[in-house]
Structures are given as structure tokens and as C-alpha cells.
Nanobody, 123 residues
Framework: QVQLVESGGGLVQAGGSLRLSCAAS????????MGWFRQAPGKEREFVTA????????YYADSVKGRFTISRDNAKNTVYLQMNSLKPEDTAVYYC????????????????WGQGTQVTVSS
């Protein structure tokens, strides 16, 4: 129904920044709530941030609050994750997700997932 492709990951030193992009295609993107999750080696996938269909409601995990910013451009069918002040513990595969709802949630209850993009933060 919805296909998601992440990009923008890479290797960065601690304190640096990256911006991830998630391009969506398929059924209407503009009405889908979107989220970002990440999974570090040996750990469970965890919630990072989410945004409702029009950007009016946004959630952040405490671990990234103040450092990461989620945004979306519905005209471009794209959601972004700006990551600043990166820490080694931010190292993970980052996944974009979408759900068949206009409302964001903090859980893993998203029906569509991208392939992931690797973010590595060196100390």
C-alpha cells in the first residue's frame, strides 16, 4: 500500500549532524502518520519520533528530545529526521514507518516500514 525508502545515513563523528529522508510512494501519503524507529546491534527496535498527518502533533523519545527534529513535506511525499549533536549511542539502523491513520503513536503499531539506513556515530 505504501512504500518507504530511507536515505541520508552515514558515518559521522560525535557532535555532528545528519539529516535522514524518507520518500513515500503508493497510497495517499498526506493522510498517514509517520514515525522513525531505530535498532542498535543486539537491541530491540525502539521508538525515536513520530508526526501526525499535518505535523500538528509530534512525539519524541526522551533520548533524542532537543537533538532530533522530525518534519514532513506532504507535497513531496517525504518525511525528514534532522539529527544534531549525535552521540555514539545513536548508532543504529534507522527505519521510517507509516500507518493507516492520521494520528501518530509512540508504539511499533505502524504497518509500513522502509528498508532502513545505517547511522554510525564515532566517539
Amino acid at each position: 500500500q505504501v512504500q518507504l525508502v530511507e536515505s541520508g545515513g552515514g558515518l559521522v563523528q560525535a557532535g555532528g549532524s545528519l539529516r535522514l529522508s524518507c520518500a513515500a510512494s503508493g497510497r495517499t501519503f498526506s493522510r498517514n502518520a509517520m514515525g522513525w524507529f531505530r535498532q542498535a546491534p543486539g537491541k530491540e527496535r525502539e521508538f525515536v519520533t513520530a508526526i501526525d498527518w499535518n505535523g500538528s502533533i509530534i512525539y519524541y523519545a526522551d533520548s533524542v528530545k532537543g537533538r532530533f527534529t522530525i518534519s514532513r513535506d506532504n507535497a513531496k511525499n517525504t518525511v525528514y529526521l534532522q539529527m544534531n549533536s549525535l552521540k555514539p549511542e545513536d548508532t543504529a539502523v534507522y527505519y521510517c514507518a507509516a500507518r493507516d491513520s492520521s494520528y501518530a503513536v509512540r508504539s511499533n503499531n505502524y504497518g509500513y516500514w522502509g528498508q532502513g539506513t545505517q547511522v554510525t556515530v564515532s566517539s
